[in-house]
T-cell receptor, first 110, second 114 residues
Framework: GENVEQHPSTLSVQEGDSAVIKCTYS??????FPWYKQELGKRPQLIID?????GEKKDQRIAVTLNKTAKHFSLHITETQPEDSAVYFC?????????FGAGTRLTVKP | GAVVSQHPSRVICKSGTSVKIECRSL??????MFWYRQFPKQSLMLMAT?????????EQGVEKDKFLINHASLTLSTLTVTSAHPEDSSFYIC??????????FGPGTRLTVL
């Protein structure tokens, strides 16, 4: 089955800096790659997603890139703000089978 | 659109009792619903996938007799934790999907077994 690895497990940046979180997946059949933001005790919130027919997608300060050959995708957050502090999860999905990475705890210091 | 509710949000029960958690898609018909478990500071672990009217598919290591899943309609799935024990204490989250692989998550249920 699909295996998703996520790095780093923790990330601390200064407000205004950029943050990058990287994930790799094992199954080349995966075709949907969402990123979720989860605050303590709350549901994961979809912040951006990308499908296998696209290499890059951007939504304001958030961007995701996908390298199908390397089976690698990344989340980029620019101009970070304290409210970006949360745990971020990547996921890879084939049809309805979605597997999550272990998560990255992002702390943005004011 | 695509709102998923979950009830209760928090439950505390005694060891040996059973607890039922409901997951509802409020504004769409979910072809598939999913149940996840999340331990503190860990990722979401898929427990089972269920399609309306059919038996749930459980992940390896998840006891289907302990975690009973019923998906009687396109808007409701229930998870019953039978004979709960302290090690079952966790955050249980459901999600629902209706197209294009996207999953919409419920707010979660925090279960504490004393």
């Amino acid at each position: 089955g699909e295996n998703v690895e996520q790095h780093p497990s923790t990330l601390s940046v200064q407000e205004g800096d950029s943050a990058v979180i990287k994930c790799t997946y094992s199954d080349s059949a995966s075709n949907y790659f969402p990123w979720y933001k989860q605050e303590l005790g709350k549901r994961p919130q979809l912040i951006i997603d990308i499908r296998s027919n696209v290499g890059e997608k951007k939504d304001q300060r958030i961007a995701v890139t996908l390298n199908k050959t390397a089976k690698h995708f990344s989340l980029h957050i620019t101009e970070t703000q304290p409210e970006d502090s949360a745990v971020y999860f990547c996921a890879a999905s084939i049809t309805n089978d979605m597997r999550f990475g272990a998560g990255t705890r992002l702390t943005v210091k004011p | 659109g695509a709102v998923v509710s979950q009830h209760p949000s928090r439950v505390i029960c005694k060891s040996g009792t059973s607890v039922k958690i409901e997951c509802r898609s409020l504004d769409f018909q979910a072809t598939t619903m999913f149940w996840y478990r999340q331990f503190p500071k860990q990722s979401l672990m898929l427990m089972a996938t269920s399609n309306e009217g059919s038996k749930a598919t459980y992940e390896q290591g998840v006891e289907k007799d302990k975690f009973l899943i019923n998906h009687a309609s396109l808007t409701l799935s229930t998870l019953t934790v039978t004979s709960a024990h302290p090690e079952d204490s966790s955050f249980y989250i459901c999600s629902a999907s209706y197209l294009n692989n996207e999953q919409f998550f419920g707010p979660g249920t925090r279960l504490t077994v004393l």
